[in-house]
């Protein structure tokens, strides 16, 4: 059965950095695009950066651009989300996400792309 945990969210001070990381089990992530989202309360869920099964990124949006860094660890059925430099607008639930694109197509970094979903984990900045 697929399956998506997430961990690492917390409570941070503006500044500080958190490891977010998302365990896959029930399938072999090497043929799965990976995702990570976030959601504000009262906002669309928002694609962060997603990496197709072949390493292509779609890149980040400008609001965390310079400061998140998503990776993927096949061997461990694992992804992660790297958060530097966090600012209050960080704040929302965070998503992972695994998809069956084609192998090595890039597709948009968005909701409907994504068929798996973990539960999602809470990420609050503020001092």
């Known amino acids: 059965q697929l399956r998506l945990v997430e961990s690492g969210g917390g409570l941070v001070q503006p500044g500080e950095s958190l490891r977010l990381s998302c365990v896959v089990s029930?399938?072999?992530?090497?043929?799965?695009?990976i995702g990570w989202f976030r959601q504000a309360p009262g906002k669309e869920r928002e694609g962060i950066s997603c990496?197709?099964?072949?390493?292509?990124?779609?890149g980040y949006p400008d609001s965390v651009k310079g400061r998140f860094t998503v990776s993927r660890d096949n061997a461990k059925n694992t992804m992660y989300l790297q958060m530097n430099s966090l600012k209050p607008e960080d704040t929302g639930t965070y998503f992972c996400?695994?998809?069956?694109?084609?192998?090595?197509?890039?597709?948009?970094?968005?909701?409907?792309?994504?068929?798996?979903w973990g539960q999602g984990t809470q990420v609050t900045v503020s001092s």
């Open positions: 996400a695994a998809g069956t694109w084609a192998r090595g197509k890039l597709h948009p970094c968005v909701r409907p792309s994504f068929g798996a």
């Open positions: 029930g399938i072999t992530l090497d043929d799965y695009a």
């Open positions: 990496i197709s099964s072949g390493g292509d990124s779609t």
